[in-house]
Nanobody, 124 residues
Framework: QVQLVESGGGLVQAGGSLRLSCTASDRTFVNLAVGWFRQAPGKEREFVSEISSSGSTANYGASVAGRFTISRDNAKNTVYLQMTSLKPADTAVYYC?????????????????WGQGTQVTVSS
């Protein structure tokens, strides 16, 4: 069972940057694609980004494309989400999740492994 732990959340002013990390407990992590999702109060969970197991491909939700960058360091069992030009609308709890499917997916239901989440708050 892969355990995922997010870190790096916090409070930042609009226009600022944060880098989130997702670290896994198990080396099988290197065979898993990893995604980031977020959920704001009163809103549905939203797909943010996904990176393949090798790190060779990535995709982004429309609301973050061009501002967020996902990457991974398999030697460290860690995936990163670099967030720039942050907006108050980016305020949410951010979750990392992982799956072993051979195709990319934006559906949270297809990710069996989830972290506990980290809060990101962007002030105006």
């Amino acid at each position: 069972q892969v355990q995922l732990v997010e870190s790096g959340g916090g409070l930042v002013q609009a226009g600022g940057s944060l880098r989130l990390s997702c670290t896994a407990s198990d080396r099988t992590f290197v065979n898993l694609a990893v995604g980031w999702f977020r959920q704001a109060p009163g809103k549905e969970r939203e797909f943010v980004s996904e990176i393949s197991s090798s790190g060779s491909t990535a995709n982004y939700g429309a609301s973050v494309a061009g501002r967020f960058t996902i990457s991974r360091d398999n030697a460290k069992n860690t995936v990163y989400l670099q967030m720039t030009s942050l907006k108050p609308a980016d305020t949410a709890v951010y979750y990392c999740a992982a799956h072993g499917r051979r195709y990319a997916t934006t559906l949270g239901s297809e990710y069996p492994y989830w972290g506990q989440g980290t809060q990101v708050t962007v002030s105006s």
